[in-house]
């Protein structure tokens, strides 16, 4: 199976950092999970900066964003990527508790990849990571420099 | 506050009423005693020609008299003779004139003995001027007293002339007064109809704000409600997310180590977990259905059933399931809102025929009596209700069977209710107990039809 180099999650939820990840490595799908608590933590890393500033220069396979995170919120994050030419490749998902409200049009405006709602029934929440860790794992050789605009993965 | 507006508008009305009546009567009144003393004016007008009429008539008379005595010539007996009666009937209008007025009277009384002197002078003198010839006459003219009672007639009728026209200044004055109140009295009365008018008026307004601005407050507390659950049933999905995921992980990574009791204490939790997502799901899109715009669009409600069957395909391959679907006509709605609707209708009576060896569903339409609705039923041969808990059906989280029959949250029918009342129409059920069902709801018709979309009349 293709695994994702790396994935950077961010999500300021004790409890659903350890079920991301726990659904993530339960189908082995990533080598390595960055886990940034906030969306300032999340900038960082992918900017190299404060803490993360020797990271290796690699960009992450995929980003998992919360929308809702203390100091800088996902949307803030995503607009971020989306905006950056040497970021702007790499594929966004939105996670949310939510499937109502103006985030879903707001995020695919601001150029996500996929939108997905955290189910409360956990095996549908692991299924659709698996999903979409399996989706971009077929992806990861695609060109560099586009903005990849795939329509599915949720 | 409504009843105390309700008995201020109807005072005010009242009051308004009882004014314009009074501005009618006053009206009516001043017209009458106008008239009344219009008439009194004529009436003076009429004594005054008859005394001017009867004086004439006196000095004449008295005219004839000396011409006689002068000539002796019986024609001006005669024409004296005539003079006398029409005085006598001038004399007798006269008195029938001013039959109401005793002063008027008494100088009569004195006229007539002026009069009975002056008659009695001049036939004295025209005897003596038959008898003894006319130097007797003439010099029967030289006394006096023949003078004084002509004199007297003529300062007594103007006595009465002087009257007369006395009275008719103090009628003139007094339809002038009376003229002046009743139009003083007039424009209060109409400025206090005014008054009133305006003053109702204003109550009416000042309430027709005040139940705008509670309305603006009740629609402004119906949304903050809206996103208060909204928001309480989202945040409560968070943490029971946690719960079942843990569960989960305990089921699947812990199973071996568990033993029978606390592995069935488990599936318990996870089974309660999953019911309250579903709980917290179905109260969310039924919160929503209060904030949503809605769209009204044509649609074909024949390809919404079909759609729905379609998806309800997972849950009756396995069944016998007899579908009797009829014509349906097209409607205007929101076609999700709808879908759901029949949706939810539908997957109840898949629901609830589970249990019959031979199912069958029957979808139809009919004309509703209400114009431009359409009643659509959706009937089946399932478990049915007892009638007397048909209303309860479409309360939110309201349900007739327990959940180890059929399982459901109950809210279906409340989400029914709701669409179908926000697009106007009405929602209602009929059912036998372990006879089955009929759900019925009224949505507008679509109003473009062009008569393609047929409405069947279905009997039963």
């Not at chain 1, 933590?41 to 992918?46: I, K, S």
């Not at chain 1, 290796?56 to 929308?67: K, M, S, T």
């Not at chain 1, 702007?88 to 405006?109: A, F, I, K």
């Not at chain 2, 009576?349 to 039923?377: D, H, M, P, W």
Request: overall charge neutral; proline content about 3%.
């Amino acid at each position: 199976m293709d695994k994702l180099e790396y994935i950077l999650l961010a999500d300021d939820n004790e409890n659903d950092l350890e079920l991301t990840q726990r659904a993530l490595s339960q189908h082995k799908l990533v080598n390595e999970i960055v886990i940034a608590r906030d969306g300032a933590e999340a900038m960082d890393f992918l900017y190299r900066r404060g803490a993360f500033a020797s990271r290796p220069e690699a960009n992450p396979a995929l980003v998992l964003l919360d929308i809702k995170m203390p100091k800088v919120d996902g949307l803030e994050v995503l607009e971020a990527i989306k905006k950056d030419p040497r970021l702007q490749h790499v594929p966004v998902v939105m996670l949310t508790s939510s499937r109502l409200g103006p985030d879903v049009d707001e995020c695919y405006r601001l150029g996500a990849n996929a939108y997905v709602v955290k189910p409360v029934d956990f095996m549908q929440f692991a299924d659709a990571v698996k999903t979409i860790g399996k989706f971009w794992a077929m992806l990861n050789e695609a060109p560099t420099g586009n903005v990849r605009t795939a329509g599915a993965g949720s | 506050m409504p009843v105390e507006f309700r008995t201020k508008v109807v005072t005010g009305g009242i009051l308004a009423v009882v004014i314009f009546a009074v501005i009618a009567s006053i009206s009516y009144l001043s017209m009458e005693s106008n008239d009344r003393e219009r008439r009194w004016v004529v009436h003076t007008h009429s004594v005054l020609e008859e005394l001017a009429g009867l004086l004439d008539s006196a000095v004449r008379t008295e005219s004839e008299q000396r011409r006689f005595l002068w000539t002796g010539d019986e024609h001006y007996l005669a024409a004296y003779g005539a003079d006398q009666k029409r005085l006598k009937e001038q004399f007798n209008d006269v008195r029938t004139l001013i039959a109401d007025n005793p002063v008027q009277q008494r100088s009569l009384d004195h006229l007539q003995i002026a009069l009975q002197e002056l008659t009695a002078g001049m036939d004295q003198r025209m005897a003596i001027r038959k008898e003894r010839g006319e130097p007797a006459a003439i010099d029967s003219l030289g006394q006096k007293q023949g003078w004084s009672a002509l004199d007297d007639t003529r300062n007594l009728v103007s006595t009465m002339q002087a009257e007369e026209l006395r009275l008719l200044r103090d009628r003139t004055a007094q339809v002038e007064r009376s003229l002046t109140e009743t139009k003083v009295s007039l424009i209060f009365a109409n400025l206090l109809g005014l008054l009133f008018m305006i003053s109702t008026a204003t109550i009416v307004r000042r309430e027709m704000n005040s139940r705008q601005i509670a309305e603006k407050k009740l629609v402004a507390a119906n949304q903050e409600l809206g996103a208060f659950t909204y928001s309480a049933a989202h945040d409560l999905r968070a943490p029971l997310r946690h719960l079942h995921g843990f569960a989960n992980f305990l089921q699947q990574s812990w199973h071996a180590k568990l033993d029978e009791d606390g592995r069935r204490l488990l599936d318990k939790i996870l089974k309660s977990s999953q019911q309250m997502g579903q709980l917290l799901d179905d109260l969310l899109s039924f919160s929503r259905l209060g904030q949503l715009e809605f769209r009204r669009t044509r649609v074909n409600l024949r390809d919404v059933v079909d759609r729905v069957i379609q998806e309800l395909q997972p849950e009756t391959q396995d069944r016998g399931v007899k579908w009797e679907i009829e014509d349906l006509p097209e409607i205007e709605g929101d076609p999700s809102l709808v879908h759901q609707v029949v949706l939810n209708l539908i997957a109840n009576a898949v629901k609830y025929t589970r249990k019959r060896e031979s199912a069958c569903i029957a979808i139809g339409a009919q004309q509703n009596s209400e114009v431009g609705l359409v009643t659509v039923f959706v009937r089946d041969n399932g478990a049915g209700f007892e009638m007397q808990y048909a209303n309860k059906l479409f309360n939110v989280f309201q349900r007739l069977h327990r959940a180890e029959e059929f399982e459901g949250t109950g809210i279906g029918l409340a989400i029914v209710r709701r669409v179908v009342e926000r697009h106007g129409g009405k929602a209602w059920a009929e059912g036998e107990l372990d006879k089955g069902a009929t759900f019925c709801f009224s949505l507008p018709k679509w109003r473009q039809s062009d008569g393609q979309a047929r409405v069947h009349s279905v009997g039963r």
